[in-house]
């Protein structure tokens, strides 16, 4: 049951991701483009795909690269300033998340098709294609997600954690299982 309920939740938030895509066209026209707050620091500045959404209180620091039809959402903060933060084609942060690259360990990576749950907490870790992080998430560095996993909300990935592709993740202290794919 746990499973039907989370693969539920996966098909919602694609069905308001698809809503919202013509939407986020529309609204992007209207945001110039000085009202996201970009900096650059210590010579880097972040690259941002024309294509992608940043919400107009976004904040994207230093070395960050967001690709194409990525979203960038309200009160969001992307810190690239000791590492890197790459973001894929079709990726979403959700509100209030923080993604910081820590000097001295891996660059962050989120994958294409990704989507990241308000208040997620993003350490230098990587995230492969077509995963869906819940709401209040925090996976800490050197922390590597595979590919197609979901993380349900408020799950702790801690220091170092490989989670294999196809897994559905839970909790403070994480158990996986293998999603079937019937």
């Known amino acids: 049951q746990i499973a039907y309920r989370v693969l539920g939740m996966c098909l919602l938030m694609f069905l308001v991701r698809q809503y919202f895509r013509s939407f ?38 230093g ?32 509100d209030q998340s923080v993604l910081n690259s820590i000097k001295g360990k891996t660059e962050l990576i989120i994958g294409e098709d990704v989507v990241i749950g308000s208040h997620g907490d993003l350490r230098s870790c990587t995230i492969k294609n077509r995963c869906l992080i819940g709401p209040a998430v925090t996976i800490l560095e050197g922390s ?5 996993c ?5 799950s702790f990935i801690t220091v170092g954690m490989e989670i294999p592709d196809g897994s ?3 909790g403070i202290q994480p158990k996986w299982q293998e999603l079937s794919h019937n």
């Open 168 to 170: 559905l993740v839970m």
């Open 150 to 154: 979901i993380i349900g909300a408020r």
């Open 24 to 61: 986020i066209f529309f609204v992007r026209k209207e945001f110039s483009e000085g009202e996201t707050m970009i900096f650059k620091i210590a010579g880097k500045i972040p690259l941002i795909a024309k294509s992608a959404f940043l919400a107009e209180n976004a904040t994207i620091i």
């Open 63 to 94: 070395d960050v690269q967001v690709g194409a039809e990525s979203s960038i959402w309200y009160g969001s903060v992307l810190r690239g300033e000791d590492n890197s933060i790459k973001i894929g084609l079709r990726s979403s942060v959700l």
């Open 144 to 148: 590597s997600i595979g590919e197609d």
